[in-house]
């Protein structure tokens, strides 16, 4: 008997009346540990497993585990009778939600057979008729069970089928993880036909073509991978088409799809798309094609795998790019991400989609390597990479050699189109040997080495206490830079009703090694962090916005106005330039733990609330003494002072 198609990574719902034999089944089948069986989930909630009072629990059990499991990327399955639509459309909804193949085996056996199983057990006493009726239920809803979304549906009648049943495993289509490589992957083509001949010609591969076919080989043995977007808006789609099918059929290259591939795929099945965004030329060079040639086309597309999982799970590859947790899943979630990446719904001055930087926030082990959006020049961000440089637009077709994370370039021979929006980098680039930190390590138990205390073990249950601590008073978290609260404090006095007294202070302060403790009167300003830096360079090494950024201790803009925080930040950049510390430190950027005065929010807040209800008396002084500082900074010309002062006056009127 032909094995049945089982994909590796899946949630298989069993499907049968009471006395099918689906816990059967599922023990031949299928390991222990992948098996949740809603009788054993009973008995797990009620220590009875025919209590049908405590089905609810169970089930609830049940999903919280299969979600789990699948999250893991474990194969899963569902040992229950599952014969109603609305009881299947549970794991219909946790297999979406998780991005695996949803996959229905039916266990159909005459009523009488389950009957008398049942009445074989003594914890089966329910009758014929519960049997029955699921029978019935079952037969309603067999027919539809594609209908309701499951990918895969094997339907077992009678007793010898499900007997002599076999299944046989397949990974995924994108799990191609047992190819080590060496790769060379190129970005989007777009029809530069000579562009890409001259970058097979830098990599050094030997590309032959005897009229009818192409191959290439590579003296280091290498596999070319293309990331989509072939067609489109070049002078030579056709051509570069008929060189990538061939050296896939060869197995000398791998491609994934591009969305301009999805698009030219709708023309080639007699749909009318909008001949926008460069179609127009992919129709114009496959219609001079012979019909044949455009058949092999179509079905070329349309075999594409959305993505790649290559060496080891080391390298994904995907046309717009692929977040860690779709990575070697298969939905149709999974493949718009992989063809248009991730947009905000918003559209810019251009007419196009804003896209939202999924890159920015990406922490995955694996790098991801992909094109769509043209970008000047090819840049590492937190370990993925576009290559896609804008051939078509005048740019230059790129190539990354893995694994040695070679970047190969040759620029355009002309410009084929103008770019509707202006190629811009995706985000800052990032400073070499300074990842961001990854916080999934901060939830678990953390071994760090210090300089002074040696090795220090922080278990689970402290890392909150380290994620607040960094919350408040990390400046960036890409960097953690870190600044300590405003003052230490000491021990809690010893003295009746005291919390703190000079004389414990000082000697605590003696105790720990502080030789001299300046002492000042406490005023009324804010805590704010100042980050400086002496050059729009340094900026965007950093990351963070031109000129730098105030921030108040918990990391927030502590300036809504950022005209204001902008003249703030000249004048503290000036100060440094006249004190030449930026020379002394040999940096050119500087952190500052500060107080903003005279008045901050904070103290504005205060007198407001609690100081100027008082009386007539001290609301007039506190005018007036808002007036004087309006005068006396004008006296000044401070614009900044004038601004501040008039914030103050505008709080209090």
Request: with cysteine.
């Amino acid at each position: 008997m032909r094995p049945y198609e089982l994909p590796s990574l899946s949630l298989v719902v069993l499907v049968g009346v009471s006395g099918a034999g689906k816990s059967t089944f599922a023990a031949r089948h299928f390991k222990p540990t992948e098996v949740l069986s809603s009788d054993r989930f009973r008995g797990l909630v009620a220590d009875d497993e025919s209590d049908q009072a405590a089905s609810a629990d169970a089930f609830e059990a049940m999903r919280q585990l299969a979600a789990i499991r699948l999250r893991r990327g474990l194969l899963t399955v569902i040992d229950a009778t599952n014969v109603r639509s609305e009881d299947r459309k549970d794991w219909l909804n946790l297999a979406k939600a998780h991005d695996v193949l949803p996959v229905a085996v039916v266990l159909d056996v005459p009523v009488a057979l389950a009957v008398a199983r049942n009445a074989a057990r003594p914890d089966r006493d329910f009758g014929a008729g519960v049997v029955q009726r699921h029978h019935a239920a079952l037969k309603r809803g067999v027919r539809g069970l594609r209908d309701e979304g499951f990918r895969y549906v094997y339907t077992l009648g009678g007793v010898k089928r499900i007997d002599e049943a076999v299944f046989e495993r397949r990974r995924p289509w994108t799990d191609r993880s047992d190819q080590e490589g060496p790769f060379d992957i190129i970005g989007d083509v777009h029809g530069c036909g000579e562009e890409l001949r001259a970058l097979l010609d830098e990599l050094g591969w030997v590309v032959s073509f005897d009229g009818v076919r192409h191959s290439a080989r590579h003296p280091e043995g290498r596999t070319l991978v293309f990331l989509g977007d072939l067609v489109d808006r070049g002078p030579e789609v056709s051509e570069v088409l008929h060189l990538v099918m061939d050296l896939v059929a060869e197995g000398s290259a791998m491609c994934v799809p591009g969305n301009h591939e999805i698009k030219l795929l709708r023309w080639l099945r007699g749909k009318n798309p909008s001949p926008t965004h460069g179609l127009a030329a992919s129709i114009a060079s496959l219609s001079a094609r012979d019909e044949g040639f455009r058949d092999r086309v179509a079905s070329f597309i349309d075999g594409l795998v959305s993505h790649y999982v290559l060496d080891r799970g080391r390298l994904v590859v995907a046309h717009a790019g692929m977040t860690e947790a779709y990575a070697g899943r298969a939905s149709g979630r999974v493949r718009q991400f992989a063809l248009f990446g991730e947009t905000t719904g918003e559209i810019d001055e251009y007419g196009l989609p804003v896209r939202a930087d999924w890159a920015a926030s990406y922490r995955g082990r694996a790098a991801v390597v992909y094109g769509h959006t043209p970008t000047p020049t090819a840049e590492w961000v937190n370990g993925t990479l576009c290559v896609d440089t804008g051939c078509v637009f005048g740019g230059s077709l790129t190539a990354l050699r893995w694994p040695e994370r070679e970047i190969v370039s040759v620029p355009a021979a002309r410009v084929y189109v103008e770019p509707v929006r202006p190629l811009a980098p995706l985000s800052p680039p990032q400073q070499a040997g300074d990842p961001p930190p990854d916080v999934s390590e901060l939830i678990t138990r953390v071994r760090l080495e210090t300089r002074f205390a040696g090795a220090v073990a922080l278990e689970g249950p402290s890392m909150a206490t380290a994620i607040e601590v960094m919350s408040r008073f990390a400046a960036h978290p890409k960097h953690v830079l870190y600044l300590p609260p405003t003052m230490a404090p000491v021990e809690t006095s010893s003295r009746p009703g005291l919390l703190e007294h000079p004389d414990e202070a000082f000697a605590y302060y003696r105790k720990h090694g502080v030789p001299t403790v300046v002492c000042e009167e406490k005023h009324m300003g804010s805590r704010a962090v100042v980050w400086v830096t002496r050059s729009p360079e340094a900026s965007e090494r950093l990351g963070i916005p031109p000129g730098g950024v105030i921030l108040t201790r918990r990391g927030r803009r502590f300036f809504p106005n950022q005209a204001l925080e902008a003249q703030l930040l000249d004048r503290v950049r000036a100060g440094a330039d006249r004190a030449a510390t930026w020379d002394e430190l040999a940096t050119d950027w500087l952190l500052l733990d500060a107080e903003l005065m005279p008045w901050s929010v904070k103290a504005q807040d205060l007198l407001v609330a609690q100081y100027a209800p008082v009386g007539a008396a001290a609301t007039a002084r506190l005018g007036a003494a808002a007036a004087a500082m309006a005068r006396a900074a004008e006296r000044a010309s401070d614009p900044l002072a004038i601004e501040l002062a008039a914030s103050l006056s505008g709080r209090l009127s």
